[in-house]
């Protein structure tokens, strides 16, 4: 029982992923095979049925979780582009000593309330307001800006509420790779392109996926942002399942919105997946290169004169795929 | 094969545009870092085929000046051409040079067969070629079988031939190492250097090596250069530096010496140190003049000693009197600490088998030839490596 000082250590998390996720989560489940009782219940389980999945998949949900998708890929896309070359620049061009300043300056956005910073949007977008007489004033734009209360508006807020998500954890990943890694590639004849596309941005791969993901999912569940700068057209799921939830009282219908939802997440993520894997096969089968076991040796093989110093050559090969 | 092959045999034939493939000229080189001066001035030639080490310890400017053949920094002033050609402002990926780095930075996502591959792929080779080129790589290594591993799963030598198949597969004009054996351990280290120097003998590329370790060096280079804050002390091969060092700072860097410190006489040819005259060959050039201030060095492996029977009367010169104060089994060598006075000790080193039977305490008395003898002016400061004696005033 050697481990036990080792799942002892896990015991807290464990802990706390039971009581605070899996527990509600599975309540959630629950919920949603059941219905709502009459005008005071919140819900009832005595009978049990997809009734409220089906509802919840009725043509005027539909459209939300329709609009909920797009902001999410797309509020996720953009973030990536726009993060990523941000995240490359600070990690791997910017010099060392304003790193932690330009960092600084990333977060900052994170120190305000972040209804309040999006009602500021709000402000700044809305037709009368300064930037729209700005751009009327200098000829840029003719009649008031139409900009509020439309997707452009919502991605807008999207972008600029999660692109810390984004860019953190790729910064950290191309901080990693930084160095002789990417000096070896260029050594060996690779220009910049090349050295990002197939060292620079593979090792950075955990990055990548850990900022899409940290944006997706909470963007996803996000309401306030496409409410405040979306207006009628900023309708999203997790709007819906609070209202369910606290407006209706029809907690059945809430759980199983949120059940769609999290099974959206999680087909979009597996979907997105699969697509980049796709893509990406025939380059990477093009730099594959796999040399097999080597021909049988005419003599006995000569033993590598410095690494058999170390173990005998024969149970070295096993031990290493051992290990 | 064929490129080496002619650049050898053709290292004698004057400038066509081939032939010079494999030479690196640095001509007054400057690097700075800010205020720091790297490289301070820097000419160098090395001629096509040959296995150069600079030498010197960190902070010397060795590697900065690798960097910069490279192409991984740009020289503030001066020139550097590869193959006869300049590469002011050429990047690294256009240069026809490849690199062994310090540590080995294999790419870990990729297996080592397609570590190997890299550079071939980005010259588009085709890739029945690059299979080809990539197992002989491996079988220049001795890595063949690993083909398919990835560099995680390699030991630290094994990673060592990885990167350098993957740099030697492109057939550069110019392999440079960048310390490449520092992480490897004692045994493993010297044989890599003997491989190291077969292969470089074998494919006829030129070698350009840093290093700090003078063992590396000697057993392994053509000539040497020997560093110091930026510029090349001397420029030799290993005999010489060894026999004839430019400065005390080379007779220092390479192997031990013992210095004695003390005024100028007999026309230049001896120091006259308060524990012993040290008397040099009258044959050195440009001697140091009569009553300036002088050091005398003498490696410990021409220090003769023996207990001291006539007590100390005799005052002969190149020979000290002292007491044994410490005795150290090296395996072929056995060295002994002699304490000769208050701020002066020397260290006499012989062979195990024909060394005297001495104990702490004794007293002795060492000598040394005249031909063993080094002379320095005072003000040449030997302020790094080897063992260097307190200063005697």
């Not at chain 1, 481990?3 to 527990?23: D, K, N, Q, T």
């Not at chain 1, 700005?134 to 003719?142: A, D, F, S």
């Not at chain 1, 999207?158 to 070896?184: H, K, T």
């Amino acid at each position: 029982m050697r481990r036990s000082p080792g799942f002892a250590l896990a015991v807290p998390a464990w802990a706390w992923l039971v009581i605070f996720f899996v527990a509600p989560v599975a309540m959630v489940v629950w919920f949603s095979f059941g219905y709502k009782p009459g005008i005071f219940g919140t819900h009832a389980n005595d009978v049990l049925s997809f009734d409220r999945y089906v509802e919840a998949l009725s043509p005027t949900f539909f459209a939300t979780f329709q609009n909920t998708l797009w902001v999410g890929v797309a509020g996720t896309l953009l973030c990536l582009v726009i993060g990523l070359p941000v995240a490359y620049w600070m990690a791997v061009k910017a010099p060392p000593s304003r790193r932690g300043l330009l960092l600084a300056l990333v977060m900052v956005p994170f120190w305000t309330n972040f209804l309040v910073r999006t009602i500021g949007w709000q402000v700044i977008l809305a037709p009368e307001g300064w930037l729209s007489s700005l751009l009327q004033g200098i000829g840029l734009t003719n009649g008031p800006l139409d900009l509020l209360y439309t997707r452009g508006a919502v991605l807008l807020g999207v972008v600029y509420n999660y692109l810390p998500l984004m860019i953190l954890p790729l910064f950290v990943a191309f901080d990693r790779v930084n160095g002789p890694l990417r000096e070896a590639s260029k050594d060996l004849g690779a220009g910049r392109w090349r050295t990002f596309a197939r060292v620079t941005l593979p090792l950075a791969r955990p990055g990548v996926i850990a900022g899409v993901l940290l944006v997706f999912i909470p963007l996803m569940g996000d309401y306030i942002t496409a409410t405040v700068l979306g207006g009628a057209k900023g309708n999203m799921v997790g709007q819906l399942v609070a209202s369910q939830f606290q407006t209706a009282q029809n907690w059945a219908l809430g759980s199983a919105m949120a059940m769609l939802l999290i099974i959206v997440i999680v087909l979009t993520v597996a979907a997105g997946a699969l697509v980049v894997w796709i893509v990406s096969l025939p380059f990477r089968a093009r730099h594959r290169l796999v040399l097999g076991d080597p021909p049988a040796p005419p003599s006995p093989p000569v033993p590598g004169p410095s690494d058999t110093s170390a173990t005998p050559a024969g149970p070295r090969e096993t031990q290493e795929v051992a290990a | 094969m064929t490129s080496a092959a002619t650049s050898e045999t053709m290292t004698e034939a004057p400038a066509a545009a081939g032939d010079q493939r494999g030479t690196v000229v640095l001509n007054d080189v400057i690097k700075r870092y800010g205020d720091a001066l790297a490289v301070d001035r820097m000419s160098l030639t090395v001629q096509a085929g040959e296995f150069i080490s600079l030498l010197g310890p960190s902070g010397c400017g060795k590697t900065t000046t690798l960097r910069m053949i490279a192409g991984f920094e740009q020289p503030d002033a001066g020139e550097i051409t590869i193959s006869g050609r300049s590469v002011q402002g050429t990047p690294p990926y256009r240069r026809d040079v490849n690199t062994v780095f310090q540590a080995y930075a294999l790419f870990p996502h990729m297996s080592v067969a397609e570590n190997v591959a890299y550079g071939l792929q980005q010259r588009r080779t085709p890739k029945a070629a690059i299979r080809e080129q990539v197992s002989e790589a491996l079988d220049l290594v001795q890595m063949r079988r690993f083909a398919d591993r990835k560099p995680t799963q390699l030991s630290g030598g094994q990673q060592q031939r990885v990167a350098l198949a993957r740099a030697l597969v492109n057939r550069p004009a110019v392999l440079l190492l960048d310390e490449p054996l520092g992480a490897l351990d004692r045994q493993l280290r010297e044989e890599m250097q003997l491989e190291l120097k077969l292969l470089q003998s074998r494919l006829g590329i030129t070698f350009v090596f840093v290093t700090h370790d003078q063992g590396e060096a000697l057993s392994m280079s053509d000539r040497i250069a020997i560093m110091r804050a930026g510029r090349i002390e001397q420029l030799a091969d290993a005999d010489t530096i060894y026999a004839r060092p430019a400065s005390a700072y080379v007779a220092a860097f390479v192997g031990q010496q013992n210095f004695f410190r003390g005024t100028v006489v007999e026309h230049g040819s001896a120091v006259d140190s308060p524990h012993a005259l040290v008397r040099g060959m009258r044959s050195e050039p440009g001697g140091l003049p009569e009553g300036a201030a002088g050091q005398a060095a003498v490696r410990p492996e021409f220090v003769q000693i023996a207990p001291d029977a006539a007590g100390g009367a005799s005052d002969a010169a190149n020979t000290a009197r002292g007491t044994l104060i410490g005795v150290a089994h090296l395996g072929e060598t056995m060295q002994y600490l002699v304490r000769l006075g208050e701020d002066q000790s020397l260290i006499a080193r012989r062979p195990t088998p024909d060394a005297p039977e001495l104990s702490v305490g004794d007293a002795v008395v060492c000598s040394w030839n005249a031909e063993s003898v080094l002379l320095f002016p005072a003000d040449d400061d030997p302020s790094s490596g080897g063992y260097v004696a307190p200063p005697t005033d």
